[in-house]
């Protein structure tokens, strides 16, 4: 090889060296943007909480929306980088009151009087989820009309309690075992008596839903009574044997989270160290903030558990 031969060659590789990087750099954002779909929700930055609490219902110790998020939110201002605000008996009456907000908790009476299908609730909750906010919905809060906010519901949060399709039994589930996800990190098994739902109207295939508190309940459970209508249903009976779920985790084809959680009728629960866990831990997920290892850490006395219930009068 001649002289100009080797200068023409090493001119080539330089070029080539000095072209290199500068389309590595081009090209490196683009991809980095397709994979983050909500870049402002890193899950490292501060996070902001919402629960709604819903108006007082069913008798004493018994749906204390109020209550209940405010044990939540005493849990959760002890993690750092979470700030959480409870509004309370039902949808927020203050203007900007979902400004910041990383995930939203609708813990209330569903059903045709839900909150999201009040006045232009809908659109709100639409809107929040198209921007990335996270939505959870806990007990009766999972339940909305087949043909008024289901489709909805299908697609924020992965599956809806259907009347007359789902059951709402008092039974007691045994959840021993749990996937492994952000959600489960630190849960330990637990077992107590409430009003479960199961046999949730789900996307087709499950896609994108991960069935967190999963139980079978036994044959009597199945043949009833169950609290409302008393049943039983034929489509619950012939599943006999089967697994159900009562809590479950919802990926959305946008990056977007949401999740459901059927029990929460009885107060006294939150004394369950893991409920708690599994909800706070659900919580911080759909805010897309770091779930510790061992999960969200909590303590909750039973004199803590007595305060803010609704004035219901004595149980009969």
Same mark, same amino acid.
């Given at each position: ?39 402002? *929700? ?13 108006h007082p219902s069913?008798?004493?110790?018994e749906h204390e ?61 639409? /809107? ?75 996307? /087709? ?19 009833? @009574?169950?609290?409302? @209508?008393?049943? @039983? ?42 409920? *708690? ?15 510790? @290892? ?19 009068? *004595?149980?009969?």
């Amino acid at each position: 090889m001649n002289t100009s031969s080797v200068a023409s060659h090493l001119l080539r590789f330089g070029l080539l060296i000095l072209i290199w990087p500068l389309t590595f750099s081009i090209q490196a954002p683009a991809q980095s943007r397709a994979a983050a779909p909500f870049p402002n *929700r890193s899950s490292s930055a501060s996070k902001k909480i919402i629960l709604i609490a819903g108006h007082p219902s069913h008798g004493p110790g018994e749906h204390e929306f109020r209550a209940g998020c405010l044990l939540l939110k005493k849990c959760l201002d002890q993690v750092p980088g979470i700030t959480s605000v409870v509004y309370s008996n039902g949808w927020p009456d203050v203007p900007n009151a979902f400004d910041g907000a990383d995930a939203v908790l609708i813990y209330a009476d569903g059903g045709a009087g839900h909150p999201v299908l009040q006045d232009k609730h809908r659109e709100v909750i639409g /809107d929040l989820v198209k921007r990335g906010v996270g939505l959870g919905c806990a007990h009766y809060g999972v339940e909305i009309p087949s043909t008024n906010g289901g489709p909805e519901f299908l697609e924020w949060i992965g599956g809806y309690y259907e009347h007359l399709y789902s059951v709402n039994p008092m039974w007691t589930p045994e959840f021993k075992k749990f996937p492994d996800h952000p959600i489960t990190r630190g849960v330990k098994p637990f077992s107590n008596r409430d009003e479960w739902y199961f046999n949730m109207r789900f996307r /087709d295939d499950m896609k994108g839903i991960t069935p967190i508190l999963v139980a079978t309940p036994s044959d009597k459970v199945r043949d009833g @009574p169950y609290v409302y @209508p008393g049943g @039983p249903y034929d489509n619950i009976q012939k599943n006999k044997g089967r697994p159900e779920t009562m809590m479950w985790a919802y990926e959305r084809p946008d990056g977007g989270r949401g999740f459901g959680f059927t029990g929460g009728h009885t107060h006294a629960n939150w004394g369950y160290e893991n409920q *708690r866990k599994v909800v706070l831990n659900a919580l911080l997920w759909i805010a897309r903030a770091r779930v510790p @290892p061992e999960g969200v850490q909590s303590t909750v006395t039973p004199e803590e558990l007595k305060q803010n219930l609704d004035p219901k009068g *004595r149980k009969k």
